[in-house]
């Protein structure tokens, strides 16, 4: 049966968010927000933490307040290119930094990735020294030219950690995948089956032909098939099915690609979700 998203509830966050049901460490929480619980108005509504969609301000700034108490942490919000930067969280972070992924062995401060599609990725070390949040959309999870991508970018940051003693290796690692585009939702062209199999030849599995030259692809698989690689095989969440998909479950995810055109722009006038992570 396909594991679905977890209901478990805290009492600081809106019973309709996401805790992930991972063996995490006792000192490591995470939550990921849904469309509910915030102050935008449609088409924003309520919950959305992007600054960068056209939402009023105030309805924004109100909103990551409302994460910042709910988690009792800073969460620091990144200025995400679909890149493969990891930036290292330290007391003095601040919002707007560019980078895909952020990584922290400090307390109280919130690794946190916004997504509307793309997949969220949550690790953790078991011994909760260190803690990370990816924004793995197929550009970052393909990575550049030498197939480097955002979750190799991840791993050489614990490993940087580990060098110094502080965290333990990719075996001792576990992650955790939230909502994104499902794969009966995301239609893609050869170029993007072909970049992933140069890297991955066993990629092509994740790949359904849907015409000439169209598929459609398995971001979570993919995903997974890269921390495979990387030596990281205790990954829990986001297992491909309906109720993972952000696309088909418009009451409670925003989905970029769903709502694309839908002002008429074809830019895709919808929020974006928080997945965050932190050392408590």
Known sequence: ?????????????????LIPDWPAPGGVRAVFTTRAG???AAPFDSMNLGDHVGDQPASVAANR????????????????????????????SADGQPADACVTARNKLGCTIMVADCLPVLLTTLDG????????????LAGDRSGRGILE????SFSALAQEGRVLPAIETIAWLGPCIGPS?????????????????????????????????????????????????????NDGSAPWCTVGNPSRFFSHRRDAGVAGNGLGTTGRMAACIWLD
């Open 185 to 237: 939702a995301f239609e893609v062209g050869a170029d993007v089956k072909a970049v992933f199999e140069a890297r991955q030849p066993a990629a092509e599995r994740f790949f359904v032909p849907i015409g000439p030259g169209k598929y459609l692809a398995d971001l979570p698989a993919l995903a997974r098939l890269r921390l495979h690689a990387l030596g990281i095989s205790r990954i829990y969440g």
């Open 38 to 40: 915030g102050v935008s």
């Open 65 to 92: 307040a409302l994460l910042q108490r709910a988690t009792g942490t800073h969460a620091v919000f990144l200025n995400q290119l679909h890149g493969n930067e990891t930036m290292l969280l330290d007391a003095c």
């Open 153 to 156: 970018s991840v791993y050489e």
């Open 1 to 17: 049966m396909s594991r679905q998203p977890g209901q478990n509830v805290s009492s600081a966050f809106h019973p309709d968010w």
């Open 129 to 140: 020294v260190a803690v990370a949040a990816a924004h793995a959309g197929w550009r970052g």
